[in-house]
């Protein structure tokens, strides 16, 4: 009879098999938190509560949105300066459809580059602001792109703050050949929506 152990964002049975998969699938998501180069003693610190990340995928015939809740994250800060980091699976979009969604990780090297993530530097002081215009790099795709000055929307209610824009990606930054349909590639823009909620730690 298997038991279980509960964990933030689910639960993961004590079979060693069971664990063995749960820990090999949470493991490069958990390198790349602890990678956040925060000090020792940070002044402040903040978890990703629960996140909504869509890609747009766009095609003369139909549209595509490809959508994930399963990042994680965390905000550290210390002497006035704040790193961001939020990561996801890249297995973990759902378009809808798991033929679209199987080629999608064919062309992005899933197999060889299973994580999307984003990591942001900014002044703690920007976090008392509204709009908050960030300097970011996405690494997708063994690919790794700076955006510059990418509008993020600020919302606080009660512990939570809610953090919301859309990065312009391209299939181009990450050198990703257009796929096509009916010989019609699709667009090169794949701008992605992220909204996530936060509270401190």
């Not at 820990?23 to 180069?37: E, G, K, N, S, T």
């Not at 210390?78 to 980091?85: E, F, I, K, R, W």
């Not at 996801?88 to 999608?104: C, E, Q, T, Y």
């Not at 600020?154 to 009916?182: C, H, M, N």
Request: net charge negative; proline share 8%.
């Amino acid at each position: 009879m298997n038991e279980y152990i509960f964990v933030e964002g689910g639960m993961i049975g004590t079979d060693r098999h069971v664990i063995g998969r749960g820990l090999r699938q949470m493991l490069p998501i958990i390198c790349l938190l602890l990678a956040v180069p925060g000090l020792a003693q940070p002044d402040r610190q903040w978890v990703l509560e629960k996140s909504t990340l869509t890609y747009h995928v766009s095609h003369p015939l139909h549209d595509t949105d490809g959508i994930s809740h399963a990042a994680r994250g965390k905000v550290v800060c210390h002497a006035g300066q704040c790193d961001v980091l939020i990561a996801a699976p890249v297995k973990s979009f759902d378009s809808g459809d798991s033929n679209r969604d199987l080629h999608m990780l064919q062309a992005t090297h899933g197999a060889q580059f299973p994580l999307v993530s984003v990591r942001i530097r900014l002044p703690e002081a920007d976090f008392g602001s509204s709009t908050i215009l960030c300097d970011l790099e996405i690494e997708f795709a063994g690919q790794t792109v700076p955006y510059r000055q990418v509008p993020f929307q600020q919302v606080t209610e009660g512990i939570y703050t809610r953090i919301s824009g859309t990065i312009p990606a391209t299939l181009a930054d990450f050198k990703i050949p257009p796929p096509s349909l009916f010989t019609v590639p699709v667009k090169n823009e794949i701008p992605v929506l992220v909204e996530t909620t936060w509270r401190p730690m």
